[in-house]
């Protein structure tokens, strides 16, 4: 089989595709022809020699440091125990589980603990310097070499044995270059050689069939989300750091600059990352390592952060949205209990001069990855910033994204009882949806007591036709919102929050949006939602006023999982580990019932109260008023 593309492809034109329209199937794209004049000004620019990232084992004036550091004995003792237990096998059982039970997850774990373990074996070796571990490091590279497959469970359908460059793919590709880089002579130039053409055969000819127009295998090129600058930083880098021709090296930056400004353009003005917190710190913990590989390769003169014009505001997303004590909201796809990613905001305050809060030192002793965990203890591109230059700084009572509308509000830090919340107006047609137009969550101390039921397990139907149907959690039903006619949220742009007014003051914030849209009901006349956060008064409101054209039922919903209990007719007492709230309910007819759901779809269960009111109405309101105990 031929494993690298030939060398006539420096006399043809190369083509890249553009969508005609803000979509993202294959029969939208255009072609446009990428001149190679530009692949040669970007190969005059490159080094001779190849380099990956950081500095090889070879580099002790570093590598004795970190290993004296005495961070990496977790590391050193997990590789010890590969020696005499092996490295993790490849599993078949775990990958077809996504055929056998619906499970999409045990796969993708299966194959990210294997290129964990090659990453720990590949740093004990250079924080060490003994050749202990290097045998396994070879038998594991090939071991990786002849898996059948280098993609994740649920694409497996699409491509089988290879060809098809996805999340896995690009994550093994990034992780067998680095080792073969930082390994240097300690590898047999067979071991590389084999390497470099495996990855041909995987990563760089498939990605180069699509560029040249001969497939649609590789929407993600157009992609404003996470799968763009992973895809293209695990390949771009692989490249860089093992083809030793520079026009090669040069064609994949050329796709790299280009495509991931589509990346750049998933987020909006004001810097939020629809996505949630979870996938910010993933897609751009990639971005950033491309960023840095093709600045160090061009010598500084290709930066693609250039090409977003709001990097400042992006830069600044993960601290502006806490809501308080290091409790973030886990909207969309997002994980409870989700932080910042320390790389992300070490590297970014660093780069920008900012005051990011980022521990440099809680960066050593982490080995999950050989690129950018290596690469922030070697000479870099922030080396290079001035310090303070542009320095961060975050309003105390409150953070806004007025283009995403969304909207947190805190106490003051020194509040006995400290409260905030995070509003969410936005759209159902996000990035990682869930249908939750005016959701919200309510954090006292440090713990959240109205909140956004977040990630849940994935499955074959989480990305299908089903994801709003077949999941409660997904669904507006899973969210704190109203549930309207007997019906929840819309998916799809078009359901949104319209903010009607904003009011911020020292002691009271105040959003008032239309949701209407939300619901595409013919016989929902308008539906306000307005929220109140009285920073004096430690007292949250949300209020529902509506109007159809004929009577229907309405309801709204908290979700919670603190421990709940009535409290006469229109109170609740929500109380969670040493935090307490009161809930009062008043609604327009008066009289309303409380209905209470259990909720569990492999995630942290959950309880949603429904409250209802008891008659079909043609207008009215519901008053939520939450007070700190």
Known sequence: MKRRFSKLIYSLIFYVFIPA??????????????????????????????????????????????????????????????????????????????????????????????????????????????????SSIIDFLYDIIEQKTWVNPRNYNRKNYGGLVELATALNARSMAQAVYLLDDKLPLKVRADVRNELYIRAFNPLLRTIKGENMDHDWLFSTGNWNPV?????????????????????????????????????????????????????????????????????GKIDIFRSNPNMLNVATFLPRMEIIN????????????????????????????????ADEDRLLGVTDDLSEHVLVHFPNSTDCCPVNNVPYSSSLLRSS???????????????????????????????????????????????????????????????????????????????????????????????????????????????????????????????????????????????????????????TALITRADWKRDGDNRIILERNKEKIIVEINVSSGKFSLYDERICEGGEPYTRLAIRIDEPMKKGSVDISFRVQ
């Open 401 to 555: 994204f007025p283009d995403a509308g969304v909207f947190i509000f805190r106490t003051l830090p020194n509040t006995i009882v400290p409260m905030g919340v995070a509003i969410k107006g936005g759209n159902n047609g996000e990035h990682h949806n869930h249908n939750d137009v005016g959701s919200y969550t309510l954090v006292i101390g440090k713990e959240m007591m109205v909140e956004d039921p977040g990630l849940i397990p994935y499955t074959k139907k989480t990305f299908s036709a089903e994801r709003y149907t077949a999941f409660k959690s997904l669904a507006s039903y899973g969210h704190p919102v109203p549930f309207v006619a007997e019906g929840g949220q819309r998916v799809g742009k078009m359901a949104k929050a319209r903010i009607l007014h904003v009011l911020e003051s020292d002691s009271c914030d105040q959003v008032m949006m239309d949701i209407t849209s939300a619901y595409g009901l013919s016989v929902l006349k308008s539906l306000l939602r307005k929220f109140t956060f009285y920073r004096d008064a430690m007292r949250f409101e949300v209020k529902d006023c509506f109007e159809f054209s004929l009577p229907h039922l309405f309801e």
């Open 21 to 134: 329209i803000d979509l993202f199937s294959a029969d939208k794209y255009e072609l446009i022809p990428i001149k190679e004049s530009r692949v040669e000004e970007i190969a005059c620019i490159l080094p001779d020699t190849l380099k990956g990232l950081g500095n090889t084992y070879k580099d002790r004036n570093v590598w004795d440091v970190l290993y004296e550091s005495g961070a990496y004995k977790t590391t050193i003792k997990n590789a010890e125990d590969m020696l005499n237990k092996g490295f993790p096998v490849w599993d078949e059982s775990l990958y077809n589980r996504v055929f056998t039970e619906d499970d999409t997850q045990s796969g993708k774990d299966m194959i990210n603990r294997r290129l964990k373990a090659l990453s720990e074996l590949v740093w004990a070796e250079c924080l060490e310097n003994r050749n202990r571990f290097t």
């Open 231 to 299: 895809c293209l930083e695990g390949i771009t880098c692989a490249a860089l750091s093992m083809i030793p021709d520079k026009k090669e090296r040069a064609l994949f930056i050329a796709i790299s600059e280009l495509y991931v400004q589509n990346y750049a353009k998933g987020f909006l003005p004001d810097g939020y990352c629809s996505e949630g917190i979870n996938y910010y710190n993933f897609g751009m913990s990639h971005y950033i390592v491309l960023r840095e590989k093709i600045w160090q390769d061009t010598g």
């Open 326 to 357: 290091n409790v973030y909201p886990a909207i969309a796809d997002c994980e409870m209990g989700m932080k910042p990613s320390r790389f992300v905001l070490h590297y970014l305050s660093k780069l920008y001069g900012l005051q990011l809060p």
